[in-house]
């Protein structure tokens, strides 16, 4: 006997766990991204009733691709006098290297009776959110809506607008991808690196989103964490040949299993230099080691790969004193190299400052602040690096005033709260 | 197929003070991209240079403006109308558009149901 609670659970994994797939694989029947989400809503709601009738099915997300995309045929043969002036999707039939990931099934009919061979197009749904020709933020947005099922109240909050704009920011890009004819398909090989980049920065952008909140009153919204995480998972299964992407996933993974560890439990903000390494996930900084280690081969490594190495190196480090800080900057000069920034160099000066002296470090930061002072000049990391080295070199009072300076900037207020702390004891 | 306008704007200053040289290499350069784009099959279904915003009029209502509707430092200085399958492959076209002394915009052809 299922009960209500079983099913109520199987749907909700369901819709974690299958959406994505559920809904690419409809947009292809429907040709449409709105009509595809109706119906793959609708195919949930029916499961609903269904599964507590009949009970769950074996397959769960098999079931609902199909009831799916028999909606969205059946809209279409409903709709078949109309259907001239819907704006289609275009889904040219061009080969890709990458559609061997996928499915190429002839015709949405044979797809339907073809039970057990539902075509992959998660990846479709995600170059098509990601295309360079959407705003980062849109691509954000869409890449949360139709890839990983969020509510647009959801994301609103994530992002922190209201819901009105993120639903016309949503419905926004979806009217460009139908109007300028947005293709649905995975880029060829050989637009590969300029396509893939776009699609790596929103899942990294869902992730530091939650990893730093940007505002608000706690550090870590670990839905949106996990959502990330989850994604590159995915996309690293799809694209097993591509680096950036196991580099992705591997930082992010490294990354977050200092998650317990970043703040305390009056939810102060902790540095790396003072968090409990005892406490960090051993297991999952292994596993991103070894992906690491997987991903330098092979060439030039990409910015994530560096990325992650360069977290790496701190997850490995048995104290923050014996941090290879020599190869840490030796890191960030790839970076550089990778992935020229002025957030990136004043990463690097950060470590040169560890590994050559608060002294060096402030040296440094006066030819990157004359450099590039103006692109920086809204970001508080670069006047709380500077008071960190002052702080370091005992001149309280300049180091008071740069601490003044981030606290100007500063938005979180787990941040704030620190950068407080830090002023209250130069002060002393 | 999908019909696509690609405006080219660019700084009008630029052409002012250029060589003849330097005319005659965008001459060529919008020769050579007209003959590009035959060759790699796509098609171009028309297309302008225009005259320079010094000689544009506006008009909004009853009033008539000398100048062109918008000042920028980037004029619209020309248009081609092409064909393609979708925005990428309207994209690749674009960015073979001579535009030395700017950039250009693609915008799909607006489409209405026939009745």
């Known amino acids: 006997m299922t009960t209500a609670d079983d099913v109520n659970r199987a749907l909700a994994d369901a819709h974690r766990h299958e959406w994505a797939k559920v809904l690419a694989a409809t947009v292809r029947v429907a040709g449409d991204l709105d009509l595809a989400q109706e119906c793959a809503q609708d195919a949930y709601l029916s499961a609903l009733e269904t599964w507590r009738r009949d009970g769950i099915p074996r397959n769960p997300g098999a079931w609902l691709t199909t009831a799916a995309r028999r909606k969205?045929?059946?809209?279409?043969?409903?709709?078949?006098?109309?259907?001239?002036?819907?704006?289609?999707?275009?889904?040219?039939?061009?080969?890709?290297?990458?559609?061997?990931?996928?499915?190429?099934?002839?015709?949405?009919?044979?797809?339907?009776?073809?039970?057990?061979?539902?075509?992959?197009?998660?990846?479709?749904?995600?170059?098509?959110?990601?295309?360079?020709?959407?705003?980062?933020?849109?691509?954000?947005?869409?890449?949360?809506?139709?890839?990983?099922?969020?509510?647009?109240?959801?994301?609103?909050?994530?992002?922190?607008?209201?819901?009105?704009?993120?639903?016309?920011?949503?419905?926004?890009?979806?009217?460009?991808?139908?109007?300028?004819?947005?293709?649905?398909?995975?880029?060829?090989?050989?637009?590969?690196?300029?396509?893939?980049?776009?699609?790596?920065?929103?899942?990294?952008?869902?992730?530091?989103?939650?990893?730093?909140?940007?505002?608000?009153?706690?550090?870590?919204?670990?839905d949106l964490v996990?959502?990330?995480?989850?994604?590159?998972?995915?996309?690293?299964?799809?694209?097993?040949?591509?680096?950036?992407?196991?580099?992705?996933?591997?930082?992010?993974?490294?990354?977050?299993?200092?998650r317990a560890t970043r703040v305390d439990d009056a939810g102060q903000l902790v540095l790396l230099e003072d968090q409990d390494r005892s406490c960090w996930d051993r297991e999952t900084i292994e596993q991103g080691r070894l992906m690491v280690l997987e991903a330098l081969r092979g060439g030039r490594p990409g910015r994530f790969v560096i990325q992650a190495a360069i977290a790496s190196l701190h997850a490995e480090a048995p104290t923050f004193a014996d941090t290879d800080w020599g190869q840490a900057v030796e890191l960030y000069?790839?970076?550089?190299?990778?992935?020229?920034?002025?957030?990136?160099?004043l990463n690097r000066i950060v470590a040169v400052g560890f590994r050559s002296?608060?002294?060096?470090?402030?040296?440094?930061l006066d030819e990157l602040e004359a450099e590039a002072g103006r692109t920086l000049s809204t970001y508080h990391y670069l006047p709380a690096a500077r008071a960190d080295f002052l702080r370091r070199l005992g001149r309280e009072e300049?180091?008071?005033?740069?601490?003044?300076?981030?606290?100007?900037?500063?938005?979180?207020?787990?941040?704030?709260?620190?950068?407080e702390r830090r002023l209250a004891e130069v002060r002393q | 197929m999908a019909q696509y306008v690609v405006l080219i704007y660019e700084n009008e200053s630029d052409y002012?003070?250029?060589?003849?040289?330097?005319?005659?290499?965008?001459?060529?350069?919008?020769?050579?991209?007209?003959?590009?784009?035959?060759?790699?099959?796509?098609?171009?279904?028309?297309?302008?240079?225009?005259?320079?915003?010094?000689?544009?009029?506006?008009?909004?209502?009853?009033?008539?403006?000398?100048?062109?509707?918008?000042e920028t430092k980037e004029a619209l200085g020309g248009f081609y109308l092409i064909e393609a399958d979708d925005l990428d492959q309207a994209i690749k076209i674009a960015g073979m558009v001579p535009a030395r002394f700017g950039g250009v915009e693609v915008r799909p052809v607006m489409v209405f149901p026939e009745a």
Not at chain 1, 90 to 96: A, H, Q, W
């Open chain 1, 72 to 222: 969205a045929l059946d809209s279409h043969r409903r709709a078949a006098a109309l259907r001239a002036r819907l704006p289609l999707l275009i889904e040219p039939t061009g080969n890709s290297h990458l559609q061997r990931y996928g499915d190429e099934s002839p015709s949405p009919e044979t797809q339907l009776t073809e039970m057990d061979e539902i075509p992959d197009d998660r990846l479709r749904l995600v170059f098509t959110c990601c295309h360079p020709a959407l705003a980062r933020e849109a691509q954000v947005a869409l890449t949360l809506r139709l890839v990983c099922g969020l509510t647009t109240e959801q994301i609103a909050h994530a992002f922190l607008v209201s819901e009105s704009t993120m639903a016309a920011r949503v419905t926004r890009a979806k009217k460009k991808i139908s109007g300028a004819r947005i293709p649905y398909r995975v880029p060829e090989a050989h637009e590969l690196p300029e396509r893939l980049d776009p699609v790596l920065s929103a899942v990294h952008l869902v992730f530091t989103a939650g990893h730093t909140a940007p505002t608000g009153d706690t550090l870590v919204r670990p």
């Open chain 1, 226 to 258: 996990d959502r990330a995480i989850e994604l590159c998972r995915v996309l690293a299964e799809l694209m097993p040949d591509e680096r950036e992407v196991r580099g992705l996933l591997a930082l992010m993974i490294i990354t977050d299993a200092r």
């Open chain 1, 333 to 345: 000069d790839l970076l550089l190299e990778a992935w020229p920034s002025p957030v990136v160099a």
């Open chain 1, 357 to 364: 002296g608060p002294e060096a470090g402030l040296a440094a």
């Open chain 1, 398 to 419: 300049a180091a008071a005033a740069s601490y003044r300076r981030a606290l100007a900037l500063v938005e979180n207020d787990v941040e704030r709260a620190f950068l």
């Open chain 2, 16 to 70: 002012a003070s250029a060589s003849p040289e330097v005319y005659g290499e965008v001459m060529d350069a919008h020769n050579r991209f007209t003959e590009e784009v035959v060759a790699r099959g796509g098609k171009i279904a028309g297309g302008n240079a225009l005259q320079g915003t010094d000689t544009a009029t506006s008009i909004r209502g009853d009033v008539v403006t000398d100048g062109p509707f918008v």
